[in-house]
């Protein structure tokens, strides 16, 4: 709510041990400086910011903007799309490109190993859902039935049945094996940028079904599923029973979800909001994070905490 403060750092040389020696300017103070780190505070916000090099940066994979990225769960493979139309499999331990990944038409929004590290799943603005061959690049499986751009997906357990969301207002549960729609888990007439699923706490009612569930649903009793929402709703649904758990409004739309724990959830809006909240009770925030107004675009649960990344 304050004007942006703006300032400058110089290197003005290099002291005996090999470090920068770096003056802020005005208003700023350099705190500490290692090979690795930048450590910037502005005194009179009593606000500070780290700023970390990277370890390493592969600059060939992709030519334009990378857009989705997984890394595989015994960390030797990422698999990444990019906005200059492709998706490829690489090394991650140097980057070395192994597979392309051709199949979708227009842009691949998103990416994600199985657990297996053997197999990917994308979705596609092309209203598509994919499984590939990690080993060999080809196309397993495509699902169809969304009516529109596929934005995220989630894999149940170790992945017999997946979660797709759309544009088309629609999460839908798939099975791998039979290459079939399970069912519509939620229509919410609006866009839905994110999902997640996980375990939750058994003191959350997540409804009963109202139909026997298909035999082919593995996995998914005791699960929520969360549904972030371009009209500004985080939405919990039960994804056994396809019955609504909580709803919360936000401040602008939502962009991303994820779990901390079966019971505590977060949340990324466009407006820079993380909301921290305790599904068993959603009225009011356990917290909201907002360190700038540049839009929440993902959210990872790290250590005791978690990573975001945000539009700026």
């Known amino acids: 709510g304050k004007p942006t403060l703006y300032g400058s750092l110089t290197r003005r040389g290099l002291s005996a041990e090999g470090l920068p020696d770096i003056a802020a300017s005005e208003g700023f103070a350099v705190g500490g400086v290692t090979k690795k780190s930048i450590l910037i505070s502005c005194p009179h916000e009593n606000v500070s910011t780290k700023f970390l090099a990277p370890y390493t940066t592969f600059c060939r994979i992709h030519q334009k903007s990378v857009t989705c990225l997984d890394i595989s769960s015994g960390g030797g493979l990422g698999v990444s799309t990019s906005t200059d139309g492709t998706m490829k499999i690489w090394q991650a331990a140097n980057g070395e490109i192994r597979r392309l990944l051709e199949g979708h038409v227009y842009d691949v929004n998103c990416c994600r190993f199985f657990p297996s590290g053997l197999v990917v799943l994308s979705g596609g603005m092309d209203a598509q859902l994919k499984i590939w061959s990690a080993e060999d690049a080809s196309c397993v499986v495509t699902f169809k039935g969304h009516k529109g751009g596929i934005l995220d997906t989630a ?17 839908r549960l798939w099975d791998c094996g039979k290459s079939a729609c399970l069912g519509i888990v939620a229509d919410c007439g609006a866009a839905l940028n994110g999902i997640a699923v996980g375990a939750a706490d058994n003191s959350i009612n997540l ?17 929520i599923l969360l549904l972030a929402r371009e009209d500004k709703k985080l939405q919990g649904v039960g994804l056994q029973s396809r019955q609504p758990v909580f709803l919360f409004v936000g401040s602008d739309a939502f962009n991303c979800c994820t779990f901390l724990s079966s019971t505590y959830l977060l949340a990324g809006t466009q407006d820079g909001n993380i909301y921290q909240l305790d599904m068993r009770n959603t009225n009011a925030p356990i917290q909201v994070i907002h360190r700038s107004g540049a839009p929440v675009l993902s959210l990872l649960p790290y250590q005791d905490g978690f990573i975001a990344s945000q539009g700026n």
Do not use: M
Request: net charge negative; with cysteine; charged share 30%.
């Open 155 to 171: 894999i149940v357990d170790r992945g017999r049945n997946v979660l797709s969301c759309s544009r088309d207002g629609t999460a």
């Open 207 to 223: 409804g009963t079904p109202e139909n026997t569930p298909s035999e082919r649903e593995v996995g998914t009793e005791g699960k």
